[in-house]
């Protein structure tokens, strides 16, 4: 049988259908401790598909393949855990020892009343109990696994199961048995999985794509539903997305929701907002000048050092005459990660080059000669992630335009061709705010090379733009 490890590399380097392996070993221990935690199999199935879409988001932050089953485990709890806070009914889940759930009034009765005493059954019994049986149970996981997952001695899974059989008699036992094996996830929840992984792998061109099939109205309600939503991840993707959604009928609400998202509790979905609102928006300079910057630089002393760093990071490349002076001081200052204060470093600078263009140099901080060697590096870089970052940031230092013309847009030009998708799609769309000063010929030239149909039109767009800027000058 493929280890835990080898599935993990596999998934690694192969994406939602390499990971679809590892959600078929998975799935069901998965939904067994959700089921044991939370007493509801519609509840349980619900938390199994978002811990599994979260869990292959977060596969690189595993430091040991082995504890893969472990780690799944732990995701699940605290998800369940969450579930439960928002419910507020922890008490009546865990001290009452009535089985939860609504119900479907289209049921079956008969499979209602037997799953509800089978609930009633395994509530009988401790935590601990509960989740070693439902997984032992569940899909024929050995003694072994179950302890694997469970971080516990064997002997101890075996205590427990001994136990529970003690507490349930033999014909509830073999009805415990029945009625979870049919009631573990089917092949649809993986097929879910696999779908809700690769839409949030796609490219954004294509996602875009289809929302505006489903009409303006229809799609911004589907964002302003997905920005409510209780899961940090499905809430960070409406973040990517919505800034990308040309909707000017819209454009006060996509401004709220970003608003909001800025003071979201979870950082990725403040870290994606501030992107969204600075790069993504397409509302006038003047407008994020005014309601946005002034938010991003409140988040320079956020709690997250990530949130810092992305703050000082997206406010340095373009918008750094407009932070005030004494906040960047005091933000680097403040600041007590080094990675950070590096990024601070570079952000007053910035505003000290934007502001006060005769100021000494701040110690540590790059100017804009020094951090153009830095970035023409990191086009050259094996990372396409460093790359595709390295595309904004040229276009947003702080240069005389006229060298900017010369200097920097060929080079962005040139990342047409570059190897990733994902880099020539951002140099693609980067480009179309210099749309004048872009060569059509190149741009015409990489239109005929690309293969992506995404990437293809965004290099389109680019092209008319570029060719009617070009006209009308």
């Keep these: 049988m493929t280890s835990d490890a080898e599935l993990f590399a596999d998934a690694i380097a192969g994406g939602p259908e390499a990971f679809a392996l590892i959600v078929d070993r998975y799935q069901d221990a998965v939904f067994g ?204 993707h409406a973040v990517d997305l919505v800034g990308l959604f040309e909707a000017p009928e819209h454009r006060e609400k996509i401004v709220d929701l970003l608003k909001r998202a800025m003071r979201d509790p979870s950082q990725m979905v403040r870290a994606g907002a501030m992107r969204a609102a600075l790069e993504r928006l397409g509302c006038s300079d003047e407008r994020k000048r005014t309601e946005f910057v002034p938010l991003v630089v409140e988040l320079l002393f956020d709690p997250a050092k990530a949130v810092r760093l992305r703050a000082a990071w997206h406010l340095q490349r373009r918008w750094a005459a407009d932070v005030p002076m004494d906040k960047a001081a005091r933000a680097l200052l403040e600041e007590p990660n080094r990675a950070v204060r590096k990024v601070k470093e570079d952000l007053l600078q910035a505003v000290l080059d934007a502001q006060a263009p005769h100021a000494e140099p701040v110690i540590g901080a790059g100017r804009p000669d020094e951090r153009l060697t830095k970035l023409r590096q990191e086009l050259k870089s094996p990372s396409n992630s460093v790359r595709a970052d390295a595309v904004p940031g040229l276009l947003y230092l702080p240069v005389d335009p006229q060298r900017k013309r010369r200097e920097v847009v060929p080079l962005v030009v040139g990342m047409l061709k570059d190897r990733s998708r994902r880099v020539r799609w951002r140099a693609a769309y980067e480009l179309c705010a210099w749309a004048a000063d872009v060569p059509t010929g190149a741009v015409e030239k990489a239109c005929r090379a690309e293969e992506h149909a995404g990437t293809r039109q965004m290099m389109e767009r680019l092209l008319r733009k570029a060719t009617q800027a070009q006209q009308t000058g």
């Design 33 to 236: 401790v959700a089921l044991a935690r939370l007493r509801d199999f519609h509840r349980a199935e619900d938390v199994a598909q978002q811990v599994l879409v979260e869990a292959f988001e977060r596969l690189g932050t595993l430091r040991d393949p082995s504890r893969l089953g472990a780690w799944l485990r732990s995701i699940t709890i605290h998800h369940c855990i969450d579930h439960l806070r928002r419910r507020r009914d922890v008490t009546r889940i865990e001290d009452n020892m009535h089985p939860g759930g609504e119900g479907d009034p289209g049921e079956d009765l008969q499979r209602r009343e037997l799953r509800e005493a089978v609930l009633a059954a395994i509530a009988r019994l401790s935590k601990a109990q509960r989740e070693t049986t439902t997984l032992f149970y569940i899909n024929g996981y050995s003694i072994a696994e179950v302890a694997g997952m469970q971080e516990v001695p064997v002997g101890t899974v075996k205590r427990r199961l001994h136990d529970a059989r003690e507490k349930l008699k033999e014909e509830m036992l073999v009805m415990v048995e029945d009625v979870l094996k049919s009631e573990a996830p089917q092949d649809d929840l993986a097929q879910r999985v696999f779908e809700a992984l690769s839409q949030r792998n796609g490219d954004e061109h294509e996602i875009m794509v289809g929302l505006r099939r489903l009409g303006a109205e229809s799609a911004i309600g589907g964002f302003l539903k997905a920005a409510e939503s209780p899961w940090p991840a499905t809430r960070k």
